[in-house]
């Protein structure tokens, strides 16, 4: 089954991009969604497991509630709202979500762990 992750702005799936591998999907609703929008991303992710992640705002909340009608069975993540989005959110708490979503078989590598080696020793 295709896993996809519903997230709200540009940000949000560039900030996810860097840590999940290509197996996982990332869809935009590029703020408060149309009703066109949101049948369209329910038709295309029919057979999909859906997780949705959006901002712990009031624009975010609200979205979360329309995604909800059209994705009953979605998994959800969470920020914190002291972060300000969750392109804002620390690479370390978005790791600990995805863990809890069971997954962490996703994640391309630690962000935390210093590269092998660097471009200064070739």
Request: one cysteine or more; aromatic letters at 10%.
């Amino acid at each position: 089954m295709n896993i996809s992750i519903i997230v709200e702005g540009i940000k949000d799936k560039q900030r996810l991009n860097d840590l999940l591998s290509d197996d996982i999907s990332i869809y935009c609703t590029f703020g408060t969604p149309s009703t066109s929008t949101l049948e369209n991303l329910a038709e295309r992710l029919q057979f999909d497991d859906v997780y949705i992640f959006t901002d712990n705002d009031v624009s975010g909340k609200r979205i979360r509630g329309m995604l909800r009608e059209y994705f009953p069975d979605a998994n959800h993540l969470y920020t914190r709202r002291e972060y300000g989005g969750v392109e804002k959110t620390p690479i370390e708490y978005i790791l600990v979500q995805i863990e809890k979503a069971g997954l962490a078989e996703y994640v391309k590598t630690s962000p935390t762990k210093p590269a092998l080696w660097s471009k200064d020793e070739f």
